[in-house]
């Protein structure tokens, strides 16, 4: 492919992710407002968040392996259209529900472009620029999660949410129409196989109804939980009778995999539960302004961007068993700062904080990922980072739900004990000390299989 073309791809590309990235940072400091907005609670407009990442985590492989088909310039070229008329529309929202709709709708573009956009990459540079090209796509996470809160608290500040969606329309609209007229066309599958549509459905009803039975807290609770779990238990007994499933029950045989997957799936909730809550403190408790809380936000991509390049060129050289546990530490104590936070709340210590998740999800993500590519056969790479992308997605919805059910049920706990402030304090400290356990999980995990990670890695590599 000629030097210019191939650039050319990996600007297009780039400017996807950017722009699906870009949404989810700033729409992090957005959620009180909104929720302000349409007076509605922490726990209803989180919706808003969950229902974009869960229609993308049960449609991303549908997305992936309908690009082999028909041609993934199409998929992704058409998911920028999509994304940008769902970003019109949440603009234009006039309450909740049709918000959420709203981002649904614009979780089928999002969709579409994060399960093509990589293997566009991957077929359009050779073999030696690879791992570069990847790379830089990973750098623009990075950049798309610095400039939402910055951008997004400009915005904000001066002409509200719903104008944080337009952002997208200009970019959205270019990108079409750059991808239409220069992404090169794919390398289509001879593969006829239909596609596992029971199991993606039996997946979604599962997610969905399990992330409905944590968020609602009423006396069917429990049945809408057994609900969740008998369709996600159906869900694994019909893939493995399936000639052709969803799930690719041999990959979970390769150690490096499964417990990188875990580990994944535990830093991501734990994160997320960072995230999502903090800027309700900032905002709400501290009475902090939209642009200053952007900037404090900023700092967890600002670490992240640094430090991510720097581990996976350390992974390359030592290996990932240790990097992952570093970073795992340092997300662990990043916890473990902000259930502090009622003894005192300074800013220099919730920069500190934001600081450790940052550079610790930059040396966990990075050398994680490297060592589960490296695991597995150079033909299910596509498979592999479509599955990732739908564990970590999950993680982020499951998180999100958790996080804001729990912190509901402590904080009407702890108002029956003490003053308003004392109990919303309170119910922060409870609450990060939870997830400080979940990232301690993580943490004791990588440490005690990281040897048998080296070692399957280092056999497969040769």
């Not at 990235?21 to 400091?29: E, K, M, P, R, Y």
């Not at 989180?46 to 449609?59: D, E, F, K």
């Not at 610790?360 to 060592?371: E, I, K, L, V, Y």
Request: proline share 4%.
């Amino acid at each position: 492919m000629k030097w210019e073309l191939k650039w050319q791809v990996l600007g297009i590309i780039c400017a996807g992710i950017f722009i699906s990235t870009l949404d989810g940072s700033i729409l992090n400091i957005a959620n009180p407002l909104i929720a302000a907005d349409f007076s509605v609670s922490m726990k209803e407009v989180q919706w808003v968040s969950i229902s974009y990442m869960l229609v993308i985590t049960a449609t991303l492989l549908f997305f992936g392996k309908y690009g082999d088909g028909i041609g993934s310039q199409k998929v992704y070229a058409y998911g920028f259209l999509v994304f940008t008329g769902g970003s019109l529309l949440c603009s234009l929202s006039p309450s909740l529900s049709y918000l959420v709709a709203s981002r649904i709708f614009q979780a089928f573009g999002a969709s579409m472009m994060m399960a093509t956009g990589a293997g566009i990459i991957s077929n359009s540079f050779p073999p030696e620029e690879k791992g570069k090209a990847l790379g830089l796509t990973s750098s623009m996470v990075g950049i798309g999660n610095m400039a939402g809160p910055v951008v997004g608290g400009l915005i904000l500040a001066r002409w509200g949410w719903p104008f944080i969606f337009l952002v997208n329309v200009p970019i959205g609209l270019l990108g079409f129409y750059l991808a239409i007229k220069h992404l090169p066309l794919q390398p289509r599958s001879m593969d006829k196989r239909s596609y596992d549509m029971v199991g993606m459905i039996l997946f979604a009803l599962g997610s969905v109804t399990l992330l409905i039975s944590l968020s609602h807290n009423n006396p069917s609770t429990p049945v809408i939980a057994l609900a969740a779990i008998s369709l996600l238990i159906g869900f694994c007994y019909y893939e493995k009778r399936q000639i052709y499933p969803m799930l690719d029950f041999a990959l979970f045989k390769i150690k490096t995999f499964l417990y990188g997957n875990i580990m994944s799936f535990l830093a991501y909730i734990s994160q997320i539960w960072v995230m999502f809550l903090l800027p309700f403190y900032l905002e709400e408790f501290l009475q902090m302004a939209p642009h200053i809380m952007g900037l404090y936000m900023t700092i967890p991509p600002v670490c992240l961007a640094i430090t991510a390049p720097l581990a996976g060129s350390l992974s390359d050289r030592i290996g990932s068993g240790r990097l992952t546990s570093v970073g795992l530490f340092l997300m662990t104590l990043s916890q473990l700062s902000f259930s502090m936070l009622a003894s005192g709340s300074s800013m220099v210590k919730i920069a500190v904080g934001l600081m450790l998740i940052g550079i610790g999800m930059g040396f966990f993500a990075s050398p994680n990922s490297s060592s589960i590519f490296r695991s597995v056969p150079a033909e299910k790479a596509g498979y592999t980072g479509g599955f990732t992308a739908t564990t970590r997605n999950f993680s982020i919805s499951l998180g999100t739900a958790v996080s804001a059910s729990i912190f509901t049920y402590v904080l009407a706990w702890q108002q029956q004990l003490f003053t308003p402030d004392t109990a919303y304090l309170s119910t922060m400290g409870i609450v990060f000390k939870i997830s400080a356990v979940i990232s301690l999980g993580a943490l004791l995990l990588s440490i005690f299989t990281a040897q048998a990670r080296t070692a399957e890695t280092n056999q497969l590599s040769r």
